[in-house]
């Protein structure tokens, strides 16, 4: 299995405000995500943190607004950009390692007013 | 777009009862499929993975089982707890890439 930990465990941020969450992960791995969770919906991919080339956004996510690092094979960092109160979300980082099984993160709770 | 359906959205059940949640895939193309449980506060734990060549995984009083050619999978919980009240997330992979789409989730209550 896989250790993930994720600072900051929550914040409250004005609009307008930026914000990055950081994700460390206790072994290499090659697949890393980053999901956000509203409230009371479900799981959204945000993009998968690519180590040493850009990140890769899915549909309705974009680079300007949720840039992603992914400086090494244990790390990365999400930040979400110029805040609005509809970013309140839980942010999830995760990994797949081991026979495909997905790890996920503690989760970043966000609430932007 | 692929949509995932989870029934029922909610559960209330006494102690001791046999469960059975559903997953519904709108593209019944699968690699891998996933569940989870989801506490509240806290992230997500994984329960049972069923891979691509796989048809059924068990773990302990959990079954989960994966029909690719309807897109459907079911959780069984056998002799439920109150320690198994949470919210259960079912995600699959639908293009080889380790993207999991996730359900909308059921949340179930288990009274003692």
Redesign the interface.
């Known amino acids: 299995s896989a250790v993930i930990s994720q600072k900051p465990s929550r914040d409250i941020c004005q609009r307008g405000t930026s914000l990055t969450i950081q994700c460390q992960v206790d072994s290499q791995v090659t697949m890393m995500f980053w999901y956000r969770q509203q409230p009371g919906q479900s799981l959204t991919l945000i993009a998968t943190a690519n180590q040493g080339s850009e990140a890769t956004y899915e549909s309705g996510f974009v680079i300007d607004k949720f840039p992603i690092s992914r400086p090494n094979l244990t790390f990365s960092t999400l930040t979400v950009s110029n805040m609005s109160p509809e970013d309140s979300s839980i942010y999830l980082c995760s990994v797949v390692i081991l026979r495909e099984t997905q790890y996920f993160g503690p989760g970043t709770r966000l609430l932007v007013l | 777009k692929q949509e995932v359906t989870q029934i029922p959205a909610a559960l209330s059940v006494p102690e001791g009862e046999n469960l059975v949640l559903n997953c519904s895939f709108t593209d019944s193309a699968i690699y ?1 499929l ?1 569940w ?1 449980r989801q506490d509240p506060g ?3 734990t ?1 329960l049972l ?1 069923i ?1 691509s060549s796989q048809r059924e995984q068990t773990s302990g009083r959990l079954n989960a089982s994966l029909d690719k050619s309807s897109g459907r999978s079911t959780l069984y919980i056998a002799a439920s707890q109150p320690g198994d009240s949470a919210t259960y ?1 079912c ?1 699959g ?1 639908t293009s080889g ?9 059921t949340r179930l209550k288990v009274l003692a």
């Open positions: 891998n996933q989870f806290k992230g997500l994984s993975l891979q997330l995600a992979d890439t380790y993207k999991y789409i996730f359900g909308t989730g």
